[in-house]
Protein backbone atom coordinates (compact mmCIF):
# COMPACT_ATOMS: atom_id res chain seq x y z
CA UNK A 1 0.00 0.00 0.00
CA UNK A 2 1.39 3.54 -0.73
CA UNK A 3 0.56 6.81 0.94
CA UNK A 4 -0.11 8.84 -2.17
CA UNK A 5 -1.28 12.26 -2.77
CA UNK A 6 -4.22 12.12 -0.34
CA UNK A 7 -5.73 15.20 1.55
CA UNK A 8 -4.82 13.56 4.92
CA UNK A 9 -6.38 15.26 7.74
CA UNK A 10 -7.62 17.91 5.72
CA UNK A 11 -11.28 19.13 7.50
CA UNK A 12 -14.63 20.01 5.92
CA UNK A 13 -14.04 23.40 3.72
CA UNK A 14 -10.17 22.63 4.09
CA UNK A 15 -8.17 22.70 0.98
CA UNK A 16 -6.18 19.09 1.11
CA UNK A 17 -2.52 19.68 1.15
CA UNK A 18 -1.00 17.04 -1.66
CA UNK A 19 1.10 14.79 0.65
CA UNK A 20 4.70 13.24 -0.62
CA UNK A 21 4.32 9.34 -0.68
CA UNK A 22 7.05 7.75 1.09
CA UNK A 23 8.01 4.48 0.15
CA UNK A 24 12.06 4.06 -0.12
CA UNK A 25 13.97 5.35 2.89
CA UNK A 26 17.34 6.27 3.96
CA UNK A 27 18.72 5.82 7.37
CA UNK A 28 21.89 6.96 8.82
CA UNK A 29 23.17 5.65 11.96
CA UNK A 30 22.82 1.75 12.23
CA UNK A 31 22.87 1.72 16.27
CA UNK A 32 20.54 0.88 18.65
CA UNK A 33 17.62 2.98 17.27
CA UNK A 34 18.58 3.15 13.50
CA UNK A 35 18.38 -0.69 13.91
CA UNK A 36 14.74 -0.41 15.24
CA UNK A 37 13.81 2.05 12.51
CA UNK A 38 14.94 0.25 9.43
CA UNK A 39 13.14 -2.68 11.43
CA UNK A 40 9.76 -1.34 11.09
CA UNK A 41 10.29 0.39 8.32
CA UNK A 42 10.93 -2.90 6.13
CA UNK A 43 7.94 -5.52 8.12
CA UNK A 44 5.72 -2.16 7.14
CA UNK A 45 6.77 -2.65 3.37
CA UNK A 46 9.23 0.15 2.47
CA UNK A 47 12.55 0.29 1.00
CA UNK A 48 15.12 0.85 3.05
CA UNK A 49 19.17 1.67 2.60
CA UNK A 50 20.84 1.64 6.05
CA UNK A 51 23.60 3.35 6.20
CA UNK A 52 26.60 3.92 9.07
CA UNK A 53 30.65 4.86 8.73
CA UNK A 54 31.23 1.45 10.91
CA UNK A 55 30.74 -1.74 9.01
CA UNK A 56 30.91 -3.61 12.05
CA UNK A 57 27.72 -1.52 13.34
CA UNK A 58 26.01 -2.11 10.27
CA UNK A 59 26.74 -6.45 10.31
CA UNK A 60 25.67 -5.58 14.33
CA UNK A 61 22.41 -3.81 13.40
CA UNK A 62 21.60 -6.74 10.55
CA UNK A 63 22.24 -9.42 13.24
CA UNK A 64 20.15 -7.70 15.53
CA UNK A 65 17.35 -7.40 13.15
CA UNK A 66 17.43 -11.07 12.43
CA UNK A 67 17.09 -11.80 15.64
CA UNK A 68 13.91 -9.05 16.70
CA UNK A 69 11.76 -10.70 13.77
CA UNK A 70 12.36 -13.96 15.19
CA UNK A 71 11.03 -12.85 18.66
CA UNK A 72 8.28 -11.70 16.11
CA UNK A 73 8.42 -14.79 14.71
CA UNK A 74 7.96 -16.67 17.97
CA UNK A 75 5.03 -14.33 19.63
CA UNK A 76 3.14 -15.16 16.04
CA UNK A 77 3.13 -11.30 15.32
CA UNK A 78 4.69 -11.88 12.08
CA UNK A 79 5.22 -15.15 9.48
CA UNK A 80 8.80 -16.67 8.40
CA UNK A 81 8.10 -15.26 5.06
CA UNK A 82 7.15 -12.01 6.57
CA UNK A 83 11.01 -12.20 7.79
CA UNK A 84 12.43 -12.91 5.06
CA UNK A 85 11.04 -10.21 2.50
CA UNK A 86 11.82 -7.65 5.13
CA UNK A 87 15.42 -8.58 5.38
CA UNK A 88 15.24 -8.14 1.82
CA UNK A 89 14.12 -4.92 1.87
CA UNK A 90 17.29 -3.96 3.86
CA UNK A 91 20.45 -2.88 1.82
CA UNK A 92 23.36 -1.62 4.14
CA UNK A 93 26.07 1.18 2.78
CA UNK A 94 28.69 3.27 4.39
CA UNK A 95 28.50 6.00 2.37
CA UNK A 96 25.79 8.18 0.66
CA UNK A 97 25.61 7.19 -3.10
CA UNK A 98 22.85 4.95 -2.85
CA UNK A 99 20.39 7.65 -1.26
CA UNK A 100 19.61 9.56 -4.27
CA UNK A 101 15.84 7.57 -5.17
CA UNK A 102 14.78 8.12 -1.70
CA UNK A 103 11.58 9.68 -0.29
CA UNK A 104 12.83 10.17 2.95
CA UNK A 105 15.95 9.89 4.99
CA UNK A 106 16.06 9.12 8.96
CA UNK A 107 19.04 10.37 10.58
CA UNK A 108 19.84 8.55 13.75
CA UNK A 109 23.26 9.44 14.82
CA UNK A 110 24.56 10.22 17.97
CA UNK A 111 22.88 12.83 19.72
CA UNK A 112 25.97 15.66 19.13
CA UNK A 113 24.59 18.36 17.46
CA UNK A 114 27.68 19.14 15.52
CA UNK A 115 27.90 15.68 14.20
CA UNK A 116 23.98 16.41 12.71
CA UNK A 117 25.42 19.03 11.18
CA UNK A 118 28.41 17.58 9.43
CA UNK A 119 25.86 14.10 8.15
CA UNK A 120 23.51 16.83 6.54
CA UNK A 121 25.93 18.76 4.95
CA UNK A 122 27.46 15.90 3.32
CA UNK A 123 24.52 13.74 2.96
CA UNK A 124 22.11 16.61 1.29
CA UNK A 125 24.19 16.75 -1.95
CA UNK A 126 23.07 13.06 -2.84
CA UNK A 127 19.35 13.73 -2.24
CA UNK A 128 16.15 14.44 -4.66
CA UNK A 129 15.26 18.71 -3.93
CA UNK A 130 11.76 16.96 -2.96
CA UNK A 131 13.02 14.20 -0.23
CA UNK A 132 12.12 15.13 2.99
CA UNK A 133 14.58 14.46 6.28
CA UNK A 134 13.94 13.73 9.66
CA UNK A 135 15.63 13.44 12.65
CA UNK A 136 14.91 11.11 15.82
CA UNK A 137 17.02 13.68 18.19
CA UNK A 138 15.79 13.16 21.65
CA UNK A 139 16.29 16.75 22.26
CA UNK A 140 17.72 19.23 19.75
CA UNK A 141 15.83 22.07 18.61
CA UNK A 142 14.46 21.00 15.32
CA UNK A 143 14.36 24.44 14.04
CA UNK A 144 18.30 24.86 14.58
CA UNK A 145 19.15 21.25 12.49
CA UNK A 146 16.45 22.54 9.68
CA UNK A 147 18.48 25.66 9.12
CA UNK A 148 21.15 23.94 8.96
CA UNK A 149 20.56 22.04 6.02
CA UNK A 150 19.12 23.09 2.32
CA UNK A 151 15.59 22.30 2.91
CA UNK A 152 14.38 23.48 6.37
CA UNK A 153 10.98 23.66 5.09
CA UNK A 154 10.88 19.38 5.03
CA UNK A 155 12.84 18.54 7.86
CA UNK A 156 11.01 17.82 10.64
CA UNK A 157 11.36 16.01 14.17
CA UNK A 158 10.84 11.52 14.33
CA UNK A 159 11.52 10.54 17.59
CA UNK A 160 10.68 7.36 17.91
CA UNK A 161 11.10 5.02 21.69
CA UNK A 162 13.58 2.60 22.22
CA UNK A 163 13.25 -0.45 21.72
CA UNK A 164 11.85 0.65 18.18
CA UNK A 165 9.62 -2.54 17.41
CA UNK A 166 7.72 -2.68 21.16
CA UNK A 167 7.29 0.58 21.74
CA UNK A 168 3.83 2.39 20.14
CA UNK A 169 4.83 6.16 20.50
CA UNK A 170 6.22 8.54 18.01
CA UNK A 171 6.55 11.71 18.72
CA UNK A 172 6.43 14.42 15.88
CA UNK A 173 8.17 17.55 16.10
CA UNK A 174 8.07 20.70 13.61
CA UNK A 175 10.19 23.21 13.31
CA UNK A 176 9.33 26.84 12.97
CA UNK A 177 9.98 26.37 9.02
CA UNK A 178 8.80 22.76 8.61
CA UNK A 179 5.81 23.18 6.01
CA UNK A 180 2.07 21.15 6.37
CA UNK A 181 3.23 18.42 3.39
CA UNK A 182 5.91 17.42 5.54
CA UNK A 183 4.21 17.11 8.81
CA UNK A 184 1.48 15.47 7.08
CA UNK A 185 3.58 12.79 5.13
CA UNK A 186 5.35 12.43 8.46
CA UNK A 187 2.37 11.74 10.32
CA UNK A 188 0.69 9.30 7.51
CA UNK A 189 4.33 7.29 7.96
CA UNK A 190 4.04 7.06 11.63
CA UNK A 191 0.46 5.55 11.16
CA UNK A 192 1.67 2.81 8.35
CA UNK A 193 4.29 1.85 11.08
CA UNK A 194 2.02 1.06 13.10
CA UNK A 195 2.61 4.18 15.80
CA UNK A 196 0.46 6.23 17.95
CA UNK A 197 1.50 10.25 17.52
CA UNK A 198 2.13 12.86 19.75
CA UNK A 199 2.78 16.12 18.09
CA UNK A 200 5.17 18.32 20.14
CA UNK A 201 6.62 21.84 19.89
CA UNK A 202 9.81 22.06 19.32
CA UNK A 203 11.28 22.92 22.66
CA UNK A 204 14.27 21.03 24.13
CA UNK A 205 13.83 17.29 24.59
CA UNK A 206 10.16 17.31 23.81
CA UNK A 207 7.64 15.67 25.67
CA UNK A 208 8.69 12.13 26.93
CA UNK A 209 12.56 13.16 27.85
CA UNK A 210 11.52 16.89 29.15
CA UNK A 211 9.84 14.53 32.09
CA UNK A 212 11.52 11.11 31.70
CA UNK A 213 15.22 12.37 32.01
CA UNK A 214 15.55 14.27 34.81
CA UNK A 215 13.61 12.07 36.50
CA UNK A 216 16.67 9.44 35.45
CA UNK A 217 19.06 12.10 36.71
CA UNK A 218 17.42 12.94 40.06
CA UNK A 219 17.52 9.01 40.59
CA UNK A 220 21.54 9.53 40.05
CA UNK A 221 21.71 12.49 42.67
CA UNK A 222 20.05 10.49 44.81
CA UNK A 223 22.53 7.90 44.46
CA UNK A 224 25.27 9.94 44.36
CA UNK A 225 24.19 12.13 47.83
CA UNK A 226 23.85 8.10 49.33
CA UNK A 227 20.06 8.66 49.83
CA UNK A 228 20.00 4.41 48.59
CA UNK A 229 22.16 1.98 46.73
CA UNK A 230 21.53 1.68 42.77
CA UNK A 231 19.08 -2.11 44.09
CA UNK A 232 17.14 -0.03 46.17
CA UNK A 233 16.39 2.99 43.89
CA UNK A 234 15.33 0.42 41.22
CA UNK A 235 13.10 -1.81 43.67
CA UNK A 236 11.77 1.93 44.91
CA UNK A 237 10.84 2.60 41.62
CA UNK A 238 9.46 -0.68 40.44
CA UNK A 239 7.36 -1.36 43.51
CA UNK A 240 6.59 2.19 44.94
CA UNK A 241 5.48 3.86 41.68
CA UNK A 242 4.54 0.60 39.75
CA UNK A 243 7.45 1.43 37.02
CA UNK A 244 8.02 -1.33 34.88
CA UNK A 245 12.18 -0.53 35.16
CA UNK A 246 13.87 1.15 37.55
CA UNK A 247 15.05 4.56 36.86
CA UNK A 248 18.74 3.72 36.68
CA UNK A 249 18.24 0.16 34.93
CA UNK A 250 16.50 2.05 32.17
CA UNK A 251 19.28 4.78 32.00
CA UNK A 252 21.67 1.98 31.38
CA UNK A 253 19.21 0.97 28.67
CA UNK A 254 18.73 4.14 26.93
CA UNK A 255 22.90 4.70 27.22
CA UNK A 256 24.02 7.03 29.57
CA UNK A 257 25.66 8.97 27.00
CA UNK A 258 22.48 9.75 25.47
CA UNK A 259 20.75 10.62 29.27
CA UNK A 260 23.80 12.93 29.96
CA UNK A 261 23.51 14.42 26.06
CA UNK A 262 19.53 15.18 26.78
CA UNK A 263 20.22 17.22 30.32
CA UNK A 264 22.87 19.41 28.70
CA UNK A 265 20.19 20.11 26.24
CA UNK A 266 17.69 20.90 28.74
CA UNK A 267 20.16 22.58 30.98
CA UNK A 268 21.42 25.18 28.39
CA UNK A 269 18.39 25.19 26.22
CA UNK A 270 16.03 25.98 29.31
CA UNK A 271 18.66 28.10 31.66
CA UNK A 272 17.38 26.30 34.85
CA UNK A 273 19.96 25.23 37.32
CA UNK A 274 17.49 22.26 38.06
CA UNK A 275 18.34 20.45 34.94
CA UNK A 276 21.90 20.55 36.08
CA UNK A 277 23.49 17.21 35.02
CA UNK A 278 24.63 15.22 37.66
CA UNK A 279 28.33 15.06 38.15
CA UNK A 280 28.11 10.89 39.15
CA UNK A 281 26.69 10.62 35.82
CA UNK A 282 29.27 12.66 33.59
CA UNK A 283 32.09 10.34 35.19
CA UNK A 284 30.53 7.57 34.07
CA UNK A 285 30.36 8.86 31.20
CA UNK A 286 33.50 10.05 31.41
CA UNK A 287 34.77 6.37 31.96
CA UNK A 288 33.37 4.69 29.03
CA UNK A 289 30.81 2.91 31.45
CA UNK A 290 27.22 3.82 28.53
CA UNK A 291 25.17 1.19 30.25
CA UNK A 292 24.23 -2.13 28.53
CA UNK A 293 25.91 -0.99 24.90
CA UNK A 294 29.14 -0.94 26.83
CA UNK A 295 28.20 -3.81 29.53
CA UNK A 296 28.64 -1.55 32.45
CA UNK A 297 26.95 1.11 33.55
CA UNK A 298 24.83 1.36 37.09
CA UNK A 299 25.22 -2.44 36.65
CA UNK A 300 27.68 -5.14 35.33
CA UNK A 301 26.19 -6.84 32.34
CA UNK A 302 28.81 -9.03 32.14
CA UNK A 303 27.34 -10.57 35.18
CA UNK A 304 23.88 -12.91 34.80
CA UNK A 305 22.20 -11.80 36.51
CA UNK A 306 23.49 -8.22 35.91
CA UNK A 307 25.24 -6.63 39.32
CA UNK A 308 25.10 -3.32 40.91
CA UNK A 309 27.69 -1.52 40.53
CA UNK A 310 27.37 0.70 43.89
P1 LIG B 1 23.98 4.64 19.11
O1 LIG B 1 25.22 5.14 19.75
O2 LIG B 1 23.47 3.28 19.47
O3 LIG B 1 24.13 4.66 17.50
C1 LIG B 1 24.62 5.76 16.79
C2 LIG B 1 25.18 5.24 15.47
O4 LIG B 1 25.55 6.36 14.66
C3 LIG B 1 26.46 4.39 15.65
O5 LIG B 1 26.29 3.12 15.04
C4 LIG B 1 27.54 5.22 14.95
O6 LIG B 1 28.52 4.42 14.29
C5 LIG B 1 26.71 6.00 13.94
N1 LIG B 1 27.38 7.18 13.45
C6 LIG B 1 28.20 8.05 14.12
N2 LIG B 1 28.66 9.00 13.27
C7 LIG B 1 28.11 8.74 12.05
C8 LIG B 1 28.19 9.38 10.78
N3 LIG B 1 28.94 10.47 10.59
N4 LIG B 1 27.52 8.83 9.74
C9 LIG B 1 26.78 7.72 9.92
N5 LIG B 1 26.65 7.07 11.10
C10 LIG B 1 27.31 7.60 12.16
O7 LIG B 1 22.86 5.76 19.39
P2 LIG B 1 21.27 5.58 19.45
O8 LIG B 1 20.88 5.25 20.85
O9 LIG B 1 20.82 4.73 18.32
O10 LIG B 1 20.81 7.09 19.22
C11 LIG B 1 20.72 7.64 17.92
C12 LIG B 1 19.82 8.87 17.97
O11 LIG B 1 18.51 8.48 18.42
C13 LIG B 1 20.31 9.97 18.91
O12 LIG B 1 19.98 11.23 18.36
C14 LIG B 1 19.49 9.69 20.18
O13 LIG B 1 19.32 10.82 20.98
C15 LIG B 1 18.17 9.24 19.57
N6 LIG B 1 17.33 8.40 20.44
C16 LIG B 1 17.87 7.47 21.28
C17 LIG B 1 17.04 6.69 22.09
C18 LIG B 1 17.61 5.64 23.02
O14 LIG B 1 16.88 5.15 23.90
N7 LIG B 1 18.85 5.24 22.86
C19 LIG B 1 15.65 6.85 22.01
C20 LIG B 1 15.12 7.79 21.12
C21 LIG B 1 15.97 8.56 20.33
Not at 116 to 122: D, I, M
Not at 194 to 215: C, H, S
Request: glycine share 10%.
Amino acid sequence: MSIGLTGIGAGAGETPVAVPPIRKIGVIGAGLMGNGISHVAAIAGLDVVMMDVKPEALTRAMETIARNLDRQIKSGQITADAKAAALARIKTAGDFSGFGDRDLVIEATSEKEELKRAVYASLTPHLRPDCLIASNTSSISITRLGASTDRPEKFIGLHFMNPVPVMKLVEIIRGIATDEPTFRAICALAEKLGKTIAVAEDFPAFIVNRILVPMINEAVYALYEGVASVAAIDTALRLGANHRMGPLELADFIGLDTCLAIMQVLYEGLADSKYRPCPLLVKYVEAGWLGRKTGRGFYDYTQTPPRPTR
